[in-house]
T-cell receptor, first 112, second 115 residues
């Protein structure tokens, strides 16, 4: 059974600081996704990581994937208040279809 | 291009009733997946439909069912509602060109409250 673990579950940080969210998963997969969710809203796709060593950046967020370590990271650079949200990683089951297992989410609060 | 739409957005039901939720995928997308989000269990996969066939199923009781129509629109049904079914139900669509996994785009969700 595929398990996905994120840490930390809650992160409070000051504006301007850097931090990393970690996503570990238990079985082989080479497709990992990062989503953002604002309170009461749906999931917004941030990054799609499809191979070992994949690195993608968008603004102050950078995501990477190490399939051998079964680890993905979401790095936040010089955080701003607008990044406050809950971030989820999700792993595909490597089967013929779309079936994501999500991590528990990291609730990020960026304080001025 | 219009995104994934879900109706209704909010729903209040009582225990024992049944409910049907609807999802219209992005035009051209052939796969529709459903997820349940609760504070306690997080985001959990319910099932996926592709070309009108259920292709994958999560670990939910048979009270949860779904179907997909020829235009790729999907419905999910929950019968004999329980308090624990209160949740945000999210639908996601994907292109699935070769029939395999592909990026999923989520709709706004239907918030179901069971009293």
């Amino acid at each position: 059974e595929l398990k996905v673990e994120q840490n930390p579950l809650f992160l409070s940080m000051q504006e301007g600081k850097n931090y990393t969210i970690y996503c570990n998963y238990s079985t082989t997969s080479d497709r990992l996704y990062w989503y953002r969710q604002d309170p009461g809203k749906s999931l917004e796709s941030l990054f799609v990581l499809l191979s070992n060593g994949a690195v993608k950046q968008e603004g102050r967020l950078m995501a990477s994937l190490d399939t051998k370590a079964r680890l993905s990271t979401l790095h936040i650079t010089a955080a701003v208040h607008d990044l406050s949200a809950t971030y989820f990683c999700a792993v595909d089951h490597n089967n013929a279809g779309n079936m994501l297992t999500f991590g528990g989410g990291t609730r990020l609060m960026v304080k001025p | 291009k219009a995104g994934v739409t879900q109706t209704p957005r909010y729903l209040i039901k009582t225990r024992g009733q049944q409910v049907t939720l609807s999802c219209s995928p992005i035009s051209g997308h052939r796969s529709v997946s459903w997820y349940q989000q609760t504070p306690g269990q997080g985001l959990q996969f319910l099932f996926e439909y592709f070309s009108e066939t259920q292709r994958n199923k999560g670990n939910f009781p048979g009270r949860f069912s779904g179907r997909q129509f020829s235009n790729s629109r999907s419905e999910m049904n929950v019968s004999t509602l329980e308090l624990g079914d209160s949740a945000l139900y999210l639908c996601a669509s994907s292109l699935a060109l070769a029939g395999g996994p592909s990026e999923q785009f989520f709709g706004p969700g239907t918030r179901l409250t069971v009293l």
